[in-house]
């Protein structure tokens, strides 16, 4: 049996959702599939998104920034979408069993210097990183025993 599949959407998939999915992937472990997207792909994972994240030990440059549509013809069990556009953007996936909207600030809008703008990438991280460990411990304590 193929292990479910937990969606995570954004936008661009450069930052927040790319963030998400490390977090997610650490906290669950073996036995669930995790995977981040975008309703309008940047192409690549945002720099400083992969600084930050390397400060918590989760290193997310092997990750690439990707279509929804990508995963429009598999099994996705739950969508969890991390900003208003893709809220508004999401379509139902084939299996989708459960939808969750957890919005974040979009660090990429920051500006400033380079500290500023790592402060607000950290900040963002810093909000996400609860969230999706919460859910993870979750999901682990619903799995059958």
């Keep these: 049996m193929k292990p479910p599949c937990i969606l995570i959407l954004c936008t661009g998939n450069s930052c927040r959702s790319q963030m998400a999915e490390g977090f997610l ?18 192409g690549s994972v945002h720099p ?5 994240m390397a400060e918590t030990g989760i290193d997310i440059s092997g990750h690439h920034s990707k279509h929804l549509d990508t995963f429009l013809s598999e099994e996705v069990e739950t969508v969890i979408t991390v900003c208003g556009n893709a809220d508004q953007a999401c379509p139902m996936f084939p299996g989708q069993l ?13 500006q400033g210097t380079d500290e500023e703008r790592m402060a607000a990438f950290r900040r963002v991280r810093d909000q996400i ?8 411990t979750r999901r682990r304590e619903a799995l059958p025993k």
């Design 48 to 52: 400083l998104a992969t600084r930050v």
């Design 98 to 110: 459960n939808r969750h909207h957890w919005g974040f600030d979009d660090p990429v809008d920051a």
């Design 25 to 42: 992937r650490r906290a669950l472990g073996e036995g669930f599939r995790v995977e981040s997207a975008g309703s309008k792909p940047s």
């Design 129 to 136: 990183r609860p969230v999706f460990e919460a859910y993870a």
